[in-house]
């Protein structure tokens, strides 16, 4: 929901819109401040009251969103293609030396969308940001080279890849990578 706004008449025929809050802010506490902006406090547009609005820097706005939980972050923003468990995925598979291209084309999105995923310039509030030059060894991959070992037998056996990738704790698209040497390819 938006920021209330009313249209003020000057009487002679003119309007203009106007924010409440800045309306309220500019009448108890005084004219905005040069690069200031207004503060909603509890970050909830609605609440006008004197007491829940400041001046601010932008900074100082954005704290504000992020300590409510309003910054429209990963699966908060509005246009975000994926979410937070698949974006920890897209790390979990860089980890592993999976073809970025093949990852973002199975999350629907551009390889340099899943690149800046995977090193942490995008989704950056996720923990397990992936170094490439130290992939598939990573700290972040959930496996070894004895379970990637297991998981092609499992495979060449008949496994599903749903059964493999419960198993294991991975995704569908992680033990398909996987089986098809997409990933771990020296192993």
């Given at each position: 929901m938006g920021h209330l706004r009313v249209c003020l008449f000057d009487g002679n025929g003119g309007s203009r819109m106007e924010l409440v809050h800045r309306l309220v802010l500019e009448?108890?506490?005084?004219?905005?401040?040069?690069?200031?902006e207004c503060r909603h406090l509890d970050s909830d547009p609605l609440n006008n009251h004197v007491g829940n609005l400041r001046w601010g820097t932008p900074k100082e706005n954005a704290d504000d969103r992020t300590s409510n939980g309003t910054q429209p972050v990963g699966a908060n923003n509005p246009f975000s293609r994926i979410s937070e468990h698949e974006a920890l995925e897209i790390r979990c598979l860089a980890s592993m030396g999976a073809d970025m291209k093949e990852v973002a084309d199975l999350f629907g999105v551009h390889k340099s969308t899943a690149c800046k995923i995977a090193r942490g310039v995008a989704w950056c509030h996720l923990p397990g940001a992936v170094n490439f030059r130290d992939t598939e060894s990573s700290r972040y991959s959930k496996l070894d080279e004895y379970q990637v070992r297991e998981i092609r037998r499992m495979h060449a056996s008949g496994a599903s890849l749903g059964v493999i990738a419960s198993r294991f704790d991975i995704s569908k698209p992680a033990a398909c990578l996987i089986v098809n040497r997409k990933t771990w390819k020296n192993v």
């Open positions: 009448a108890f506490v005084g004219p905005c401040p040069d690069g200031m």
